[in-house]
């Protein structure tokens, strides 16, 4: 049915509203669990359902949403209105899940941590937690427009009409919302100077080409409330005199593609796109563009290139993209969550929005927190929640014994932060200032047996491969550091290594074409600036946190070992030898350093030791 | 040479402006699974563009192989969170098990072995991907009981 | 119109110019030397050598595309943070194009040595560009940049021969580093790999263009060389004006 005016879309929600709803059941369809097999707990639930004939006896739903967060502990289910939160969920599971919940509203005891708080909000994980841009998953089935209209969709365009092009604009100009995509560029700025730009057409840009390794939220986001992003983009277009949209899609993100696309035509079949929106005779259409697998079309000029058909490959910026982009037309573009924030902002005001947050930082933002944490998953924080609560208490703290060493945020064009960030806030200009930055959100813990040297190998690896070539500095100089760094990972580090690096790569920082170019140098500079001992030691051929190879050998530490041989199991070569109830002992003559028996180890009792040559 | 009958079906499927090339390019490597240099010559010509561009955009992006891709595509994820625990020795194991390199496609043409830089199984981490399915905390060990050649 | 002129200095010398002029154009004004290798007036800049990186205001900047847009501008394009860019672009560029003379005279003014630590394939090229941006200029678009990061190359499609070349040879005489070898011998012309018969001009004999160019060009290409072309052109005016003479 096409919705032809704003009080029509009024009319539809209260007829929405006005049907009952019944028991839900809501399987997390975020990555991580379908990763870990809540497509088959979901299709064995409805299976379980449809068995009984529920269909024929009550009003019930049994729907897979968006990702719910706790991914560590997936497959997850959430059950409305009840709030009950099942954690490693199974197949097994789902009759009882449906005797019990579905049929009785009764709780399964044993799939929750706590039945006396069966609901989420009570976990550590969520309490710090607000979750805004993620405020549908677990109550809304990705894609459905009833339930996307239900649950308030729409309103903000409805309420744009209202206000006219400028008051809209101006909303979101003054609430002080920043980039989600990287930097942290006031998307005020950005409005404020489209309206202003001369010249016409003018573009509406997405961009979901999330590349950073480690990094989910956007995915997350597209797969889970695609409206809520096209929403975004309408209220831009109709606020900014703009009448042609695009949303660039990580190729590697087949669901991410679909669900946007069908999302695109049932907003069109419903009059909420296309011409003649909502009976106002504002037109706007949108598309979709799949990436081709480059990382450097995150950076705006590829990515427009890459939307003109070719390479993406950035160009100098001395000229705004709200000047001349694609097309050398006006264009705004901002990341998919900036988007999905824009509905919320003009629906309840700046002045809501800057209450949310940190000053000059205001909002959440969703961040990917995986690594060496009790719990890994996708977060909502309000922005400038303190680094430790993150660490600590969203993630439930590294693993038992270990010691928490860096959290690497940005990815690529970010860097690793020691210990005294714990006391950060996490916002934009605190990480930019302290030599990470924010990126899109990815978040990734390292313990005491991750080394440094070697992450910064890891990224400027993958910048190697993802360097567009270009310009010189990055094309030339990014190999020559990862063949320091893994020269440096190999025991075949030089005295002073560690100084040409960072002068080198400072110096990249400064030379670099574009802004990718520019941050190539950040994984390396972070490192070496908190973490220097290592590199001094990685330059002498020792690797304290037992990863690089043939760079240490394990020690057991014989007050510490409790015999549980679990360091025998895991060694390949059978290094490790110990008579029963007796400490291990670790054959030099037969370990291969791969490091094996350090993570096995329960008790942290083994250590990486230099060797008597290093 | 591969059998190009229904790429003139593809072509037709969308406009020929210059600004379709990628997508053009993703529907023909999606077809069949690599860019047959007469299907880019074709491409070329649909689309009025000089060949030297559209073999540049074809050499740009990872998604576009200028060789043929197995009909098997195992990937090894290599995010950062794999990496942390262990995603080169998976690869390692991986090479080792299919007797080809990382990037590489079997002689027989049934499997290529690549990486991905992300799949957002991070929590399960390290992953490895064949084809659509997500197979997570795979270990050297166990990635032999994984469904590979069958 | 005054306000459209603005005004600066560059290593301290007072200038005013046009708005959006660039550093490099203006520079030029006041005979300051910026090196560059990427760059050519005709084509339109690219900014991807890095070496005419100046100092404005306190950052770096591209000379070649950094358009002049504020007043009171100061530019700097000897200070030790723009010559320490310049050396390690050059470190840098030297290591692939170890034979090119103006590369190492470059890498001796500034002091550049390349790494002994990774040394990537000798192969002279330094990826530029100027040859593709020429060839897209001239409408051919024979050749083009290939691949990615440090693996980028300049081929034509399929790694083959360009097959849209004209052998026009704009590529080959104006690559910087001189890599682009192009050679003519008994009426052939040769260059990537391929082969051109000459046309040797019907008056002289001179043989300047190849078959694939004249007919390219053929709207507004003449048949003859370019001096008997001005010969006979003056030998029409005269004609002309002998006419015009008599005529009055």
Request: some cysteine; aromatic content about 6%.
């Amino acid at each position: 049915m096409r919705l032809d005016s704003p009080a029509g879309l009024k009319d539809f929600k209260e007829s929405l509203l006005a049907a009952p709803q019944g028991q839900s059941i809501w399987v997390c369809g975020g990555p991580g669990c379908l990763a870990a097999g809540s497509q088959v707990v979901f299709e064995a639930l409805q299976y379980e359902a449809f068995k009984r004939e529920l269909g024929h006896k009550v009003a019930y739903r049994v729907e897979l949403t968006g990702c719910l967060g706790l991914c560590e502990r997936g497959p997850l289910v959430e059950c409305s209105p009840q709030g009950f939160f099942y954690e490693k969920v199974s197949s097994n599971d789902a009759p009882e899940i449906i005797d019990k919940t579905l049929m009785k509203g009764i709780l399964v005891e044993r799939l929750v941590t706590n039945p006396q708080k069966p609901n989420k909000e009570h976990l550590p994980f969520y309490e710090p937690q607000n979750r805004l841009i993620m405020r549908r998953f677990g109550q809304s089935s990705p894609g459905n427009f009833d339930d996307y209209i239900r649950t308030g969709g729409y309103e903000a365009l409805c309420l744009a009409f209202e206000l006219g092009p400028i008051k809209t604009s101006k909303r979101v100009e003054d609430s002080g919302l920043r980039g989600r995509g990287g930097g942290g560029f006031p998307t005020g700025l950005k409005w404020q100077a489209l309206r202003e730009a001369k010249g016409s057409p003018r573009y509406i840009l997405a961009n979901g080409d999330e590349g950073d390794p480690g990094a989910f939220m956007n995915r997350s986001l597209m797969e889970g409330d695609p409206f809520s992003i096209i929403e975004g983009l309408t209220i831009g277009a109709f606020a900014l005199g703009a009448s042609q949209g695009y949303i660039y899609v990580r190729h590697e993100y087949p669901l991410s593609v679909l669900r946007l696309k069908n999302a695109i035509e049932e907003a069109e079949d419903r009059g909420l796109l296309g011409k003649d929106i909502l009976g106002t005779g504002f037109d706007f259409h949108l598309l979709i563009v799949e990436g081709g697998g480059a990382f450097v079309c995150g950076e705006s000029t590829a990515l427009m290139a890459s939307i003109e058909g070719r390479e993406g490959i950035p160009r100098v910026k001395y000229v705004r993209s709200t000047e001349a982009g694609l097309w050398e037309k006006p264009t705004i573009l901002q990341n998919v969550e900036t988007w999905a924030n824009i509905p919320l902002i003009v629906l309840n005001g700046p002045d809501w929005f800057k209450s949310i947050g940190a000053p000059q930082n205001p909002g959440t933002k969703v961040f990917s927190l995986v690594g060496e944490v009790r719990n890994t998953g996708l977060v909502e924080l309000p922005l400038g929640t303190k680094v430790s609560t993150l660490v600590n208490q969203v993630g439930g703290g590294v693993h038992k014994g270990r010691k928490f060493k860096a959290i690497q945020s940005g990815g690529p064009s970010g860097g690793c932060l020691p210990e005294s960030a714990l006391s950060l806030p996490l916002d934009f200009d605190n990480l930019t200032k302290a030599g990470a930055m924010m990126g899109s959100g990815g978040l990734i813990i390292m313990d005491d047996l991750s080394c440094m040297v070697d992450v910064a190998r890891y990224f400027t690896g993958f910048l190697v491969e993802e360097s567009c070539g270009k310009c010189a500095p990055c094309r030339e100089a990014l190999p020559l550091f990862h063949k320091i760094l893994m020269d440096l990972t190999t025991g075949k580090g030089q005295k002073g290594d560690t100084d040409f690096l960072e002068s080198q790569a400072k110096t990249l920082s400064t030379t670099a074409l574009c802004g990718l170019g520019q941050s190539a140098a950040n994984p390396i500079l972070s490192t070496i600036k908190y973490f220097r001992q290592e590199y001094l030691e990685h330059e002498e051929g020792y690797c304290r946190s037992g990863r690089c190879q043939d760079m240490y050998f394990p020690k057991i530490d014989s007050e510490a070992c409790k015999a549980c041989g679990a360091c025998q199991k895991s060694c390949p070569t059978s290094a490790i030898e110990g008579k029963k109830k007796e400490p291990r002992l670790v054959l030099v003559s037969k370990c291969i350093s791969c490091g094996s028996c350090l993570k096995s180890c329960p008790f942290c009792a083994i250590s990486a030791q230099r060797r008597p040559n290093a | 040479m591969p059998d190009l009958h229904s790429l003139s079906e593809i072509l037709l499927s969308r406009p020929n402006k210059p600004v379709e090339l990628l997508a053009l390019m993703q529907l023909i490597q999606a077809k069949y699974r690599y860019l047959p240099e007469e299907a880019l010559r074709e491409l070329a010509s649909y689309l009025k563009l000089p060949l030297s561009r559209v073999f540049a955009v074809a050499g740009f992006y990872k998604a576009l192989s200028l060789t043929p891709k197995g009909e098997k595509l195992v990937k090894v994820c290599c995010g950062t969170a794999c990496h942390l625990k262990g995603a080169r020795q998976i690869q390692g194991a991986l090479e080792e098990k299919l007797k080809i390199k990382l990037g590489e496609t079997g002689a027989d043409g049934k499997l290529s072995l690549e990486s991905v830089n992300c799949v957002g199984a991070c929590a399960l981490a390290p992953v490895v991907m064949i084809d659509e399915t997500v197979f997570g905390k795979t270990t050297p060990k166990n990635i032999g009981e994984l469904p590979l050649l069958t | 119109m005054p306000d459209k002129y603005i005004h600066g200095t560059i290593d301290g010398i007072k200038i005013s110019v046009l708005k959006e002029t660039t550093i490099l154009s203006a520079s030029k004004l006041l005979d300051i030397n910026i090196p560059t290798l990427c760059h050519h007036e005709g084509l339109v800049p690219d900014g991807n050598c890095r070496l005419c990186t100046v100092e404005i205001g306190s950052k770096l900047a591209v000379s070649c595309l950094y358009p002049l847009r504020e007043d009171n501008f100061t530019v700097n394009t000897k200070s030790p943070k723009v010559h320490e860019a310049r050396r390690f672009v050059l470190s840098l560029l030297i290591a692939r194009a170890p034979k090119a003379p103006r590369i190492i005279a470059l890498a001796k003014e500034y002091g550049a040595l390349p790494s002994n630590r990774f040394l990537p394939e000798a192969d002279n090229c330094i990826r530029c560009g100027k040859c593709v941006r020429i060839c897209k200029i001239n409408r051919t678009e024979a050749i083009s940049l290939v691949g990615r990061g440090p693996e980028r190359i300049v081929t034509g499609p399929f790694l083959k021969p360009p097959e849209d070349c004209i052998g026009c040879l704009a590529c080959g005489l104006n690559c910087p580093t001189g890599n682009i070898p192009f050679r003519e011998k008994d009426g052939i012309r040769s260059i990537w790999g391929r082969n051109f018969n000459l046309v040797p001009c019907p008056e002289c004999g001179t043989a300047l263009f190849t078959k694939e160019e004249l007919d390219f060009h053929k709207e507004f290409a003449a048949d003859y060389c370019p001096t008997c072309r001005r010969k006979k052109i003056a030998g029409d005016l005269l004609n002309c004006q002998n006419l015009l003479v008599r005529s009055n």
